[in-house]
């Protein structure tokens, strides 16, 4: 995957991940669509996915500093 493209990704799910697990967009969205009973589960989901995707952010980085440092 190209090193842009992963820094995108990696910067995009870590905002939409700390965005659901900050603020309750998740529970007001799960209330109106009917999945209330759902809502005592997020963080199951929500903290991991935060986790993977800082960790995405932090390599795609890394790799592209490494990959400028040996090319110039």
Known sequence: MD???LVTTG???TIIAALCCFTPVLVILFGF???S???GYLDYV???SLGF????TIYAVWRRQS???TQG
Do not use: M
Request: net charge positive.
């Open 3 to 5: 090193d842009k493209k």
């Open 11 to 13: 910067i995009a799910g």
């Open 33 to 35: 669509v009917g999945l």
């Open 37 to 39: 009973a759902v809502v």
């Open 46 to 48: 929500l903290l991991p």
């Open 53 to 56: 995707f800082i960790l995405l």
């Open 67 to 69: 990959r400028a440092t």
